[in-house]
């Protein structure tokens, strides 16, 4: 079996906590790359500042392609899109992309726990996000934008939208 359903989108989107509301909803394991990372290998930041970027890819796309072959709710690091492993094996998947306005996430930045944005901040994140945004919008079958929305909502939306089989849908709610 594969994913159920995969959570892909920008740094501080809320993959995590919309992956665990969905998992429990449907009563299904969930799997979180970045946990999965840091449980194999230790923290993303110590390991980014020892191996560098491209090592940390490496892994993260065999984690990634892990996750996705299990019956589970995925939920993926933000930049694993960049894959081309991983770009293949989401276009056979239901793809959910959160998505969140620069304002709502520079909160949820604070701490220094994102190795690509501890020095630049919203700008860096920005910057990141809108050179993902492509693959992000390509490899979505639906798309949620966390910046106000209720996360209990959207959780409770994806998983209607799981249960009904994945329909098609002429515009992506917002």
């Not at 990372?37 to 892990?66: N, W």
């Not at 293949?88 to 220094?112: I, N, W």
């Not at 910057?127 to 639906?142: D, G, Q, S, V």
Request: no cysteine; aromatic share 6%; net charge negative.
């Amino acid at each position: 079996m594969t994913a159920r359903v995969v959570l892909i989108g920008p740094m501080a989107a809320g993959k995590t906590k919309v992956g665990k509301r969905v998992s429990s909803l449907l009563g299904a394991p969930r799997l979180d790359t970045d946990k999965m990372f840091v449980a194999e290998q230790g923290e993303i930041a110590t390991f980014f500042s020892e191996h560098g970027e491209d090592e940390f890819r490496r892994i993260e796309e065999a984690l990634v392609a892990r996750a996705v072959a299990t019956d589970s709710v995925v939920s993926l690091g933000g930049g694993a899109v960049l894959a081309r492993g991983t770009q293949a094996r989401l276009a056979e998947l239901p793809v959910v992309y959160l998505t969140v306005s620069p304002d709502a996430v520079a909160e949820r930045l604070e701490g220094g726990k994102r190795p690509l944005v501890s020095h630049g901040g919203v700008d860096a994140w920005l910057k990141i996000f809108e050179a993902r945004r492509p693959l992000y919008e390509r490899l979505a079958t639906r798309t949620y934008d966390t910046s106000r929305g209720n996360l209990d909502e959207i959780s409770r939306d994806i998983v209607e939208w799981i249960t009904n089989g994945y329909p098609a849908e002429s515009e992506h709610p917002q």
